[in-house]
């Protein structure tokens, strides 16, 4: 009853897709003010070393078992389990992996709805409605709903265009894009007085913090949520790459594309603060600290650009489009988890699936703004604190301890025939095995 599956046409089609899953609001935001608060370039630092000692294992954990499984979550945990109560523990993570991603995806639309709000707004200025661009950029639950259904709508329809004519078509387009607007405003805001003394808290480090656990758990949290791990994604994105793909090597890119995108973020936003600063903008909060949290987007650069004079105008748009095109090509992987599955396991067809289970998303999105209080913050920190690193524990338990380890080699010989003389064959089974779970585990009890 299984629809045929999909299949990325090229390597670069997978790179972008993935890549455009991982380079998210996590990088463009999360990262620069993760490492702004936490001791700079000790932070940066912190977060080389972990991307790629403990989440590019895990990527590759997923990545493999998609591939071998060549199916969505659940189907592909229980493919590798063996045993009924295996069996029975993968289908409960895969489904727990599922609903996470799903309501990761309610609370990101809600915040990708106010950055298409800021897009409109220079446009709305241009054209002299300043009426309609002060509704834009006022926080109310008419205009959050409004957008939340707007973002949702894009989401829904690139996921039922598929994985070739919609995933790798659009992430193709968007994310060479999204690197020419971020070079682009890096350049521009550079030039600008202040930006230096940004690039100066950014990239000078104070070394005396990098072992602080307030860090180590930022950096990691930071590393998982960055690479979209846990939920299911780079599994599901896994399962559409071809069997001739050099795995390690793709998953590495991957890594190297999202980390290196946060860094280049970096010198985006801390530079853009200090400008701010420079000309008159309050970018501290209270309590002495950089203003990070929504207010750094949906005012301290708003404010920014607004002291610019007319170029402002074509910086603030440049600036909501790469935060649009960000989140769209994450929220579109998030999208797929559920769709995989309700596709091959119901036997539902994709436009429908993508339509059905998009609608439910977007109801709890706008039960969550009409909520927003109570609701926002406890979503946010149930999905990304608590479940996505205990999934990512999982993953590696199954990869490492449960699925046999010839099955493994054989799976990353197709692609990599000298797999086993190399590197990563040397390494990575014993890091998944040991490091990973202790880590994670670790790092959760902080
Ligand atoms: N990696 C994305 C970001 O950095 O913004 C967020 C994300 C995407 C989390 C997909 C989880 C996910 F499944």
Not at 83 to 102: D, N, P
Not at 262 to 283: D, K
Not at 416 to 445: H, N, R, T
């Amino acid at each position: 009853m299984a629809a045929p599956r999909g299949e990325f046409s090229s390597r670069f089609g997978f790179l972008m897709a993935a890549s455009g899953s991982a380079v998210g609001l996590g990088n463009i935001w999360g990262f620069p003010t993760n490492a702004a608060s936490n001791g700079g370039a000790a932070f940066l630092f912190t977060y080389l070393i972990l991307a790629f000692a403990l989440a590019y294992p895990a990527l590759m954990a997923e990545l493999i078992i998609g591939r071998y499984a060549r199916a969505n979550a659940v189907t592909a945990l229980k493919t590798i389990s063996v045993g009924e109560k295996t069996r029975l523990a993968a289908v409960t993570v895969g489904f727990v992996g599922i609903i996470t991603v799903s309501f990761i995806l309610s609370f990101y639309a809600i915040v990708s709805g106010w950055m298409i709000a800021f897009f409109f707004d220079p446009v709305a200025r241009l054209l002299g409605m300043e009426g309609l661009a002060t509704w834009l950029t006022t926080d109310a639950a008419v205009r959050n709903s409004l957008f939340v259904v707007v973002f949702m709508v894009l989401t829904v329809f690139i996921i039922s265009a598929g994985v070739k004519d919609g995933i790798e078509k659009w992430a193709s387009r968007l994310m060479p894009s999204l690197i020419i607007i971020l070079l682009l405003l890096i350049v521009y805001v550079l030039t600008l007085p202040g930006a230096l003394d940004g690039l100066r808290a950014y990239l000078i480090p104070d070394f005396s913090r990098v072992a602080d656990p307030a860090l180590l758990v930022s950096a990691m949290g930071q590393a998982f949520f960055s690479l979209s791990l846990g939920v299911g994604t780079m599994l599901v994105y896994g399962s559409y790459i071809s069997k001739r793909e050099n795995l390690p090597t793709i998953g590495s890119l991957v890594a190297l594309l999202d980390v290196g995108i946060a860094v280049l973020a970096g010198m985006l936003i801390l530079p853009a603060m200090y400008v701010a600063l420079n000309n008159g903008v309050q970018i501290y909060d209270e309590a002495g600290g950089l203003i990070a949290g929504p207010g750094l987007i949906v005012s301290v650069l708003p404010a920014l650009f607004e002291t610019m004079g007319s170029i402002g105008v074509l910086v603030a748009f440049a600036f909501f489009a790469l935060m649009t095109i960000a989140s769209l090509t994450s929220s579109i992987s998030m999208l797929e988890v559920p769709v995989a599955y309700g596709v091959e396991h119901h036997g539902i067809d994709r436009p429908k699936a993508a339509i059905v289970i998009g609608a439910v998303i977007t109801v709890i999105s706008l039960i969550i703004v009409f909520n927003f209080d109570p609701l926002f913050d406890l979503v946010v920190t149930y999905t990304t604190e608590v479940s996505q690193p205990l999934l990512g524990f999982a993953f590696c338990i199954f990869v490492a301890w449960i699925w046999r380890r010839n099955d493994i080699l054989e799976e990353i010989k197709q692609g990599d025939p000298d797999v086993e003389s190399g590197l990563f064959w040397k390494i990575w089974p014993f890091y998944v095995k040991y490091i990973c779970p202790v880590a994670i585990l670790v790092v959760y009890f902080q």
